[in-house]
């Protein structure tokens, strides 16, 4: 076998996986997508929030209900540094509205929660010591095709 009739065969196999795998890229739709999650305690004039960022990375709308509220739910609590003093929290989280929350495609949505609201006794309990903020937030796709929950603790350094 010469060298011409080698290349030939070898690059035989290179063509057919190429169109074979243009074809697969060509007919991929997307089925279903979450948003990604980014969280972050952040501290404003002494105040203390707790912001939740949610990216569509998608080619298509991601919608949900508010926050709080059915499958989409926020759940807080926060602890003192010993691990067995929970901060009592004042009221239930407000209603977001009754609004849809929609993302469109490259778009990012931003909800944040006043801890300092929510947790009347925070800035006291920070004079002692170290606080957890401890949640979880389940998110549902209203096309129901995706669910997920996250939970995190973050911690606020005592005197901060």
Known sequence: MNHRSF???AALPLLLFTIWSTSAIATEKLICASPTIYTELIRANGKYNLAFTLKNQTSTNIILE???????MLQLRATESDGDTALKQAVPLLSPGVGKIVIAPGKTFVRKV????FFPDLQA??????????W???LKNEESCS??????????PKGR
């Open 66 to 72: 508010p926050f709080y509220f059915g499958e989409n």
């Open 114 to 117: 006043d801890l300092d609201g």
């Open 136 to 138: 979880e937030l389940s």
């Open 147 to 156: 669910s997920q929950k996250i939970n995190a603790t973050m911690t606020i």
């Open 125 to 134: 309990a920070i004079t002692n010591g170290d606080v957890h903020v401890s």
């Open 7 to 9: 290349l030939r065969a």
